[in-house]
DNA sequence: AGTACGCCCTGGCCGC
DNA sequence: TGCGGCCAGGGCGTAC
């Protein structure tokens, strides 16, 4: 699943094909895909002419910047950006539920089998406030102390790491890794962690987000580059999808719990 | 306001 | 080999 380093790879994958350059055909033949805000036909007629000026991310959010208005693009589960050079290549399948043609050859195609992946229209001017997106945890704002600020509440701290509206762009994955990196359990409440704990998944948030990225993101099931390459973070994973096997730090078993409805992985021995 | 939970969707897997 | 049934899960709407 596309989580914040999916979603910034496929980004960087993205400038030197699309950036500047101007979109002279569009189909989006989904209409699930723009539900949030206009029809597919609304969406597309906006696009058509348009120069993508900026591509920009937030959280899990990519912003394709085209002057007034952005095109912002969620991955949803399965969403894939795939770009296709020239007219050969790469083929549009039942799954590709849009279609970007631009200036001088080259498409950007929008594949997503599960549908939970959105395309929509918003002001550029307000687009990122609009979407009340929490704290960018690769930002220099995203400090021990903004953590400790958002750690209010009861809940469980896994359950708090995925909520978008305190921090932007930490999944499934992702928040399980950081948290065995940190040394905590996912099922301790978010307010019981100790300044010393605070400080620990603090930097181990930032550490897993930037290896995410630096081996090309997390390829379990679906998640493909712009260029259609899997990542190779998964070989790192220390817990997520590993239960029933050894903890690569200990040996124990490494668990599997749901909780709020998501299933997250933990060491029973090197988590408290 | 903060929290909990059902729902959307489809390929893949399990059991018979 | 075939097929019904279940599961995964990001984010939203609704309920408490």
Sequence with gaps: MPELPEVEVIRRDL???????????VSITERRLTRRRGT???????????????LRR??????????????????????QLRWAEGRGGVKADRHTHAVLSFEGGGRLLYRDTRKFGEMFLLPTATATESLRIG??????????????????GRRSIKTLLLDQTRIAGIGN????EALFRAGIRPTRRADSLR??????????????????????????????????????????????????????????????????????HYCPACQH
């Design 15 to 25: 400038v030197p094909h699309i950036q500047g350059r101007r979109i002279v055909e």
């Design 40 to 54: 597919p036909a609304e969406v597309a007629a906006a696009l058509l002419g348009c120069r993508i000026t900026a």
């Design 58 to 79: 937030r959280g899990k959010f990519l912003f394709l910047d085209l002057g007034q208005e952005s095109l912002v693009v969620h991955l949803g589960m399965t969403g």
């Design 135 to 152: 704290i960018e945890p690769l930002h220099s704002a995203f400090t021990p102390r903004a953590l400790q600020q958002a750690c209010r």
């Design 173 to 176: 994955i992702y928040a399980d």
């Design 195 to 264: 300044p010393e704990e605070i400080r620990r998944l603090h930097d181990a948030i930032r550490r897993v987000l930037r290896a995410g990225i630096r081996h090309r993101g997390s390829s379990i099931s679906d998640y493909r580059d712009a260029c259609g390459r899997p990542g190779r973070f998964a070989a790192q994973h220390r817990v997520y999808h590993r239960h029933g096997m050894p903890c690569r730090v200990c040996g124990a078993t490494i668990r599997r719990i749901l909780l709020g409805q998501r299933g997250t």
